[in-house]
C-alpha cells in the first residue's frame, strides 16, 4: 500500500516524478502517459517491478537505450511509482499503482501498461502481480515470477518461470527451461531441456531437443520429440510421440499412447494404455483399462490387474499377474510367459 506523499528525486531525464497517495475512489478514471529512458551502455540486465496491468517488452538489436512507455490509470493523478534508473551494470525499472479500491462497484482498475523496448542482449528479471505478459526479440536469459495473467515469450536462452495463473506460450527458446506453473495451459515449442511442476491445465510440449521432467496434476498432455522423459501425472490423458530416449510414467488416471522411445517404464492406476514401435524393453505395471503394444523391439513385461491385454510383435512377453481380462498375443520371437 502507498501511504505517504515522498517526492523522490528522477534518475532519468523525463517527463514525471514519483509521487505517492493514498486516495481511493470507485474507478481508475486519472489517465497519463510517461515516458522513461535510460542508456543501456556497461549494462548487462534489467530488472523490472510491476503490481498492475498489461507489459510488451521488445527486444532490439539496433537500439542502445531501454525505453519504457506507459499508460497510467489511476483513482487521482499521481498516484503512482514509475521510475527507471542504473545500479551497478543493471537497470531498475519500478512501476507501481496504489491498487486500494474502496467497496462498492468497479469497472476499472488502476494499472499501468507499459511497452518496454530494450537491447536485445541484455537479461530480463521481471517481477508482477496481475496482467498480460508479451516478450519478443530477446536472447538472453529471462526470470519472470507472475501473480496473474497469460505470459507469452518468443525467444529468450535460459527462461525461468513461476507463475500462479493464466496460460504461458513460449516458441524459440535456446536454453533450459524451468517453470513452476499453478494454473492455465501451456504450450512450449524449442528448448534445451525442461524441468515443468503443473498443477491443472493443458500442456503441449514440441522441440524440445533435450531431456524433460515433469510433475502435472491434471490436464492433458501432448508431447512431441524429446530425448529422455520422466513424467508424473495425476489425472489426465497422455499422448507421447517421436522421443528418442526412455520414458519413465507415473499415471493416476487417463488414457495414455506412446508411438516411438527406448525403453520404457510404465505404472498406471486407470486408463488404457497403447505403446507403438518401442524400440527398448516394455515394461507396465496396469491398475485397470485394456493395453496394447505392438512392434516392440524388446522384451515386454506386464503386471495387469483389470483389463484386456493385447501384444503384437516383441521380442519376449512375460505377464507376471493378470487379474481379469482376456489375452491376445501374437509375432512373439521367443516365447510367452505367464504366470498363473
Same mark, same amino acid.
Given at each position: 500500500m502507498?501511504?505517504?506523499?515522498?517526492?523522490?528525486?528522477?534518475?532519468?531525464?523525463?517527463?514525471?516524478?514519483?509521487?505517492?497517495?493514498?486516495?481511493?475512489?470507485?474507478?481508475?478514471?486519472?489517465?497519463?502517459?510517461?515516458?522513461?529512458?535510460?542508456?543501456?551502455?556497461?549494462?548487462?540486465?534489467?530488472?523490472?517491478?510491476?503490481?498492475?496491468?498489461?507489459?510488451?517488452?521488445?527486444?532490439?538489436?539496433?537500439?542502445?537505450? $531501454?525505453?519504457?512507455?506507459?499508460?497510467?490509470?489511476?483513482?487521482?493523478?499521481?498516484?503512482?511509482?514509475?521510475?527507471?534508473?542504473?545500479?551497478?551494470?543493471?537497470?531498475?525499472?519500478?512501476?507501481?499503482?496504489?491498487?486500494?479500491?474502496?467497496?462498492?462497484?468497479?469497472?476499472?482498475?488502476?494499472?499501468?501498461?507499459?511497452?518496454?523496448?530494450?537491447?536485445?542482449?541484455?537479461?530480463?528479471?521481471?517481477?508482477?502481480?496481475?496482467?498480460? $505478459?508479451?516478450?519478443?526479440?530477446?536472447?538472453?536469459?529471462?526470470?519472470v515470477e507472475d501473480g496473474s495473467g497469460d505470459i507469452t515469450i518468443n525467444g529468450g536462452a535460459n527462461i525461468t518461470l513461476d507463475d500462479d495463473s493464466g496460460s504461458i506460450t513460449l516458441n524459440n527458446a535456446t536454453g533450459v527451461l524451468e517453470i513452476e506453473d499453478g494454473s492455465g495451459d501451456i504450450s512450449i515449442a524449442g528448448g534445451k531441456r525442461l524441468t515443468l511442476t503443473d498443477d491443472a491445465g493443458n500442456i503441449s510440449l514440441s522441440g524440445i531437443v533435450g531431456d524433460m521432467d515433469i510433475k502435472d496434476g491434471s490436464g492433458d498432455i501432448n508431447i512431441i520429440g524429446g530425448q529422455n522423459l520422466n513424467l508424473r501425472d495425476d489425472s489426465g490423458n497422455i499422448d507421447i510421440v517421436e522421443l528418442t530416449g526412455s520414458l519413465f510414467i507415473i499415471d493416476g488416471s487417463g488414457n495414455l499412447s506412446v508411438d516411438g522411445a527406448q525403453d520404457i517404464t510404465i505404472r498406471d492406476d486407470a486408463g488404457n494404455i497403447q505403446i507403438t514401435d518401442a524400440k527398448g524393453d516394455v515394461s507396465i505395471n496396469d491398475g485397470s483399462g485394456d493395453l496394447r503394444v505392438s512392434n516392440s523391439q524388446g522384451n515386454v513385461t506386464i503386471n495387469d490387474d483389470a483389463g484386456d491385454i493385447y501384444v503384437d510383435g516383441a521380442l519376449s512377453l512375460a505377464i507376471e499377474s493378470d487379474t481379469s481380462g482376456g489375452v491376445h498375443v501374437d509375432n512373439i520371437k521367443q516365447g510367452v510367459k505367464v504366470k498363473q
Open positions: 502507498l501511504k505517504h506523499i515522498t517526492p523522490l528525486l528522477c534518475a532519468v531525464t523525463l517527463s514525471g516524478c514519483i509521487v505517492h497517495i493514498n486516495t481511493a475512489s470507485a474507478d481508475a478514471k486519472e489517465h497519463v502517459q510517461r515516458q522513461l529512458q535510460l542508456s543501456a551502455n556497461n549494462l548487462q540486465s534489467l530488472s523490472a517491478r510491476a503490481n498492475a496491468g498489461d507489459i510488451k517488452i521488445i527486444g532490439s538489436s539496433t537500439t542502445s537505450e $531501454i525505453t519504457a512507455n506507459a499508460d497510467i490509470y489511476t483513482h487521482e493523478p499521481n498516484q503512482f511509482v514509475f521510475t527507471l534508473e542504473q545500479q551497478g551494470n543493471s537497470a531498475k525499472l519500478i512501476a507501481e499503482v496504489d491498487s486500494h479500491v474502496s467497496f462498492g462497484f468497479v469497472t476499472s482498475s488502476p494499472r499501468i501498461d507499459m511497452t518496454i523496448t530494450m537491447p536485445s542482449h541484455l537479461a530480463l528479471a521481471l517481477q508482477d502481480s496481475s496482467g498480460d $505478459i508479451t516478450i519478443n526479440g530477446l536472447n538472453a536469459d529471462i526470470n
